[in-house]
């Protein structure tokens, strides 16, 4: 018999929050970015429910593949780019766009044999991870346009480092870079990520490419996805395994980590951090047992999880518990763990079963 932790991913959940962001960039195309597995949902999966999206982001080659043998034709831009002479013929056999980020890329593309590869060129504005400095973009951008390797229309595109601080000046820094940078250059710009399509409509450009917020997270702090009217992609859950009485002063998990002040139900849950669940989350951070709130008592382990039953009288092993998604939000869980919703979607491990409503 399986284990009951499962990953229920919610098709209609995706489809709004892309709808979400449409409506917040109505000008412009929405690259829906699916790297990492789909932040953790299935890249598969999420590609199909998403295959209203004008176009998709992915982090490789191989997931590049991925999509094409999922049966969608969509435009696919590989966001970090290629890496070697070998992934050239693969681009072009997959129809891919790719980023250009350096030099070293632009050499290799220059060198290369075969037809054109769409291309989009990277800015770094200010981030300091990818891209061409502000002083190298025009050269970079002329070698793109006189290569026969490279299609017809470049693409210009940033990131940005502060996109969740609203009312920071670092974004506006970017975006004023990136424009003198690319002044009079021809081409799509793309600049808005998840955070930017929602608090910072100049950067919108005719590209916005979100990607946490198509699973329902929330990119500022203090804040939920259900703040901006997005919903979650993801309900990971499991149920409950064991009902047990623990005597006052009874320690709980490993290391004796909590003390039970009086005589009381703990309830046992079959999800630990082996299937993704963080085990440094804060003490009393929530699960719902029956769709109500009971607190984490003791450390996550590998397997389990323990949890305070005194406001749950009628528990009984195979109740069902919510870890995060419909009822409670992955944002609240991530602040608990110090991390964010991200981390923790992409986190889930393979032996957690994954499902689709």
Same mark, same amino acid.
């Given at each position: 018999?399986? /284990? ?8 209609? +959940?995706? /489809? ?9 960039? $109505? *000008? ?13 949902? =299935? ?5 199909? %429910? ?9 982090? %490789?080659?191989?997931?590049? /593949? ?8 969509? #435009? ?56 061409? &400095? ?5 050269? *970079?951008?002329? /070698? ?24 920071? !000046?670092?974004?506006? +820094? ?8 690319? &002044? ?8 808005? +990520?998840?955070?930017?399509?929602? =608090? ?20 500022? *702090? ?15 859950? %499991?149920?409950?395994?064991?009902? +047990? ?6 320690? !709980?998990?490993? *290391? ?38 009971? $607190? ?20 009984? #092993? ?6 995060? =998604?419909?009822?409670? $939000? !992955? ?18 491990? %393979? ?7």
């Amino acid at each position: 018999m399986p /284990r009951p932790a499962s990953a229920l991913i919610h098709a209609d +959940n995706l /489809r709004h929050n892309l709808g979400v962001a449409r409506a917040s960039a $109505p *000008a412009a195309r929405v690259m829906a970015v699916i790297k990492a597995d789909g932040y953790g949902h =299935g890249l598969e999966r999420v590609a199909r %429910s998403l295959r209203s999206a004008d176009l998709f982001g992915v982090a %490789s080659v191989d997931d590049v /593949r991925r999509v094409r043998a999922a049966g969608l034709d969509h #435009p696919v831009l590989v966001l970090s780019g290629f890496d070697s002479p070998e992934d050239l013929p693969l681009l072009r056999q997959l129809g891919a766009a790719t980023v250009v980020h350096s030099p070293h890329q632009l050499d290799m593309l220059e060198a290369s044999q075969g037809g054109p590869i769409d291309c989009w060129l990277k800015v770094d504005s200010g981030m300091h991870r990818l891209g061409f &400095a502000p002083g190298q973009v025009a050269e *970079a951008h002329a /070698r793109l346009a006189r290569s026969p390797q490279v299609g017809s229309e470049i693409t210009l595109m940033t990131h940005f480092a502060s996109s969740d601080e609203f009312a920071g !000046v670092e974004t506006a +820094n970017q975006m004023r870079v990136f424009e003198q940078a690319t &002044a009079g250059l021809p081409g799509p710009r793309s600049l808005a +990520n998840s955070a930017a399509v929602l =608090g910072w409509p100049r950067s919108h450009g005719d590209i916005v490419r979100p990607g946490g917020m198509l699973y329902g997270m929330s990119m500022v *702090a203090g804040t939920t996805g259900a703040d901006f009217g997005l919903r979650p992609g993801m309900t990971l859950g %499991s149920r409950l395994l064991a009902v +047990n009485t623990v005597a006052k002063g009874g320690c !709980v998990g490993y *290391a004796g980590a909590w003390q039970c002040p009086e005589d009381m139900p703990v309830g046992v849950v079959a999800l630990g951090y082996g299937d993704g669940y963080p085990r440094l989350v804060a003490a009393s951070t929530p699960v719902l047992l029956n769709g109500r709130p009971a $607190p984490i008592i003791g450390r996550v382990s590998m397997d389990l999880m323990t949890i305070d039953l005194r406001g749950h009288p009628g528990a009984r #092993p195979g109740d069902p518990v919510v870890a995060w =998604g419909e009822g409670l $939000p !992955v944002d609240a869980v991530a602040a608990a763990a110090g991390t964010i919703g991200y981390e923790l979607t992409c986190s889930v491990t %393979s032996r957690v079963l994954f499902s689709e409503d």
